[in-house]
């Protein structure tokens, strides 16, 4: 089967997809924290730099565009600046059109989270939750529903998708022909009957049908129950992480799709990647069994990105063709790449540390420093050394392994999340470029000699002197070597 389903991306582009759903602005203000208010007990943040991005159905929208489809994005907005915000974001998204309605009695749904050193100290919602207009919503879908291959309903329980909505906009579509995929939140999933598929995680398909467990008989059990609550819906994909996903179809067994390989670096927005590798699936005329493998193929390649949640048809292609070679590969990435893998991180709270080196020859003393310096942080960004920079700093014999090396080892360690390669003699601007929370260096130094300390300090991060392995140095193993 793989080999046609590594062909099946190439169908993608030129299928359209209609995702209508709960869109939000999510909005991150990155800030330090150096005080308390005298006001109140409470941290004061000196706001340094804001981003926003699409959220909700709107990141369904930004995975089919990714995966090279086009993608329609309906629902509702408010007449604000949140609004705005949402649909200029939607108009510079390559592959991205809006079918969105403006209802000024209705405030966009807005998620703000203030992020400092990496925490997440504070998460301000702005929305509304109550029943949206109907009419105004099914105006809208219903336009763009001609021009669609399939439609996505991805419900976040703001109000959009109410029953008279899911009823109308399900009806519409099947009677156009229209696979219909519904990524669920409520705990009646009868409000979706007669959709193609439905796919809820485990904890949603335990909340809505009382069957818990985490076995592949507690996935065929939710899976019955789901499909006999609703009896027009032709099959339920239940989600279920680490374990993989559990397909079951009307008449016929249900099917268990083991988790794939690679490592989990980031489980954030694999549903919406799920959700989306179905629909231009089921758009190119894959079966669900077909669409539900390739499905499972993109869940495991969003999750062990770093910092992003999207996935391009030509990596699908690749890793179900055999081509995607190693998974430490992920983690080798240029400077550009890495700063956004890093920005992706802060978006997360997660705390981010740097460390760097020529490491040459791996020894036990470079494992210690590695895992001192995770232990120090949530993820661990290494600044490797390139060749040229290393004969400028050990001499024209150095080093033994060229940068590809060096990084393929680094990259296979599981205290290692991300390897990136600089040329200068120092990792200062690296430094300056990442920001880190943390900055690890060997107890060789000072916390005054270590490069980069001063930047680390200034942004109210900290510096780590790792405890050192006595008797271990590339230097020494390569005199030893050439020793007769």
Not at 53 to 59: D, I, P, Q, S
Not at 102 to 111: A, F, L, N, Q
Not at 248 to 271: I, K
Request: glycine share 8%; net charge negative.
């Amino acid at each position: 089967m793989d080999d046609t389903l590594a062909r099946l991306p190439d169908a993608f582009a030129g299928k359209t997809v209609l995702v209508l759903g709960d869109v939000m602005l999510d909005r991150f203000v990155y800030g330090a924290v150096d005080r308390i208010s005298p006001e109140a007990p409470v941290a004061v943040i000196a706001i340094e730099r804001e981003t926003t991005m699409l959220g909700g159905a709107g990141n369904v929208a930004r995975n089919v565009a990714a995966l090279g489809g086009k993608a329609v994005l309906a629902g509702l907005v408010g007449d604000d600046d949140a609004g705005r915000a949402v649909a200029a974001l939607v108009a510079r998204e390559p592959g991205l059109d809006s079918a969105l309605a403006v209802d000024p009695s209705r405030r966009t749904t807005e998620k703000t989270r203030y992020v400092a050193a990496s925490h997440q100290m504070l998460r301000a919602d702005r929305e509304d939750r109550h029943p949206a207009d109907a009419a105004l919503v099914l105006a809208a879908f219903e336009k763009a529903l001609p021009s669609a291959d399939v439609v996505v309903l991805s419900d976040y329980a703001k109000g959009v998708l109410t029953p008279e909505v899911l009823k109308a906009a399900i009806a519409a579509a099947r009677a156009a022909g229209k696979p219909v995929i519904v990524d669920p939140k409520s705990r009646d999933l009868a409000r979706y009957d007669g959709a193609t598929v439905i796919k809820p995680n485990r904890r949603e398909a335990a909340e809505a049908t009382g069957v818990t467990g985490a076995d592949d008989e507690a996935a065929e059990a939710a899976g019955e129950a789901i499909l006999t609550a609703a009896p027009n819906l032709a099959a339920a994909l239940v989600t279920r992480g680490s374990a993989g996903m559990t397909l079951s179809q009307r008449g016929a067994a249900p099917v268990h799709l083991p988790a794939s390989a690679l490592e989990v670096f980031d489980v954030s927005g694999a549903g919406d990647t799920v959700a989306a590798t179905l629909a231009l699936s089921l758009a190119s005329g894959a079966d669900l069994t077909a669409a539900a493998h390739l499905a499972n193929a993109a869940a495991g390649l969003v999750v062990a990105k770093l910092g992003t949640d999207v996935v391009t048809a030509g990596e699908l292609k690749a890793v179900l063709s055999g081509a995607h070679g190693d998974p430490g590969q992920e983690k080798i990435a240029a400077r550009d790449r890495m700063l956004e893998i890093v920005a992706g991180w802060r978006a997360r709270g997660l705390k981010v540390g740097f460390t760097n080196g020529c490491f040459d020859l791996l020894h036990p003393g470079h494992v210690s420093l590695l895992a001192q310096a995770k232990a120090a942080c949530d993820r661990l960004v290494l600044g490797l050394n390139t060749d040229a920079s290393v004969q400028r700093l050990k001499g024209p014999t150095r080093p033994v392994q060229k940068e590809d090396a060096r990084a393929a080892v680094l990259a296979s360690l599981s205290a290692v999340d991300l390897v990136t390669l600089f040329d200068e003699e120092t990792p200062l601007d690296l430094i300056k470029a990442i920001k880190p929370d943390v900055l690890v260096k060997g107890a060789d130094y000072t916390v005054e000699t270590v490069v980069g300390s001063d930047v680390v300090l200034a942004n109210g991060g900290r510096v780590v002197l790792a405890d050192l392995k006595a008797g271990q140095s590339t230097t020494a193993l390569i005199a030893r070597a050439n020793t007769p």
